[in-house]
């Protein structure tokens, strides 16, 4: 069974950074692509954004340009850096990694950043 354990969340003011992690329990290899999503209270899950396994990478208009999705393959993690934070970045993070061999998808229980001065 495959874990996903973020960290990094917290509370922030406006124009600060944070850096989530998200730590696989097994080589990130193994999957054909991870990346963060995020709900806002009373709104739907929306893609942040996505590393494939070949090392490309997308994001989300809302975030391109200040967040910067990466990942260490010796230690089966992905982050997420983010910068010039803004109130509306305030929601639960969420990692996600989809199987390369079934297409299976996995979640982590969330990490909660706030944005708030």
């Known amino acids: 069974q495959v874990q996903l354990v973020e960290s990094g969340g917290g509370m922030v003011q406006p124009g600060g950074s944070l850096r989530l992690s998200c730590a696989a329990s097994?080589?990130?290899?193994?999957?054909?692509?991870m990346g963060w999503y995020r709900q806002a209270p009373g709104k739907e899950r929306e893609l942040v954004a996505v590393?494939?396994?070949?090392?490309?990478?997308s994001s989300a208009d809302s975030v391109k340009s200040r967040f910067t999705i990466s990942r260490d393959n010796a230690k089966n993690t992905v982050y997420l850096q983010m910068n010039s934070l803004k109130p509306e970045d305030t929601a639960v993070y969420y990692c996600?990694?989809?199987?390369?061999?079934?297409?299976?998808?996995?979640w982590g229980k969330g990490t909660l950043v706030t944005v708030s001065s």
């Open positions: 996600n990694a989809v199987l390369l061999v079934w297409g299976t998808n996995y």
């Open positions: 097994q080589s990130i290899y193994s999957f054909r692509s």
């Open positions: 590393i494939d396994s070949d090392g490309s990478a």
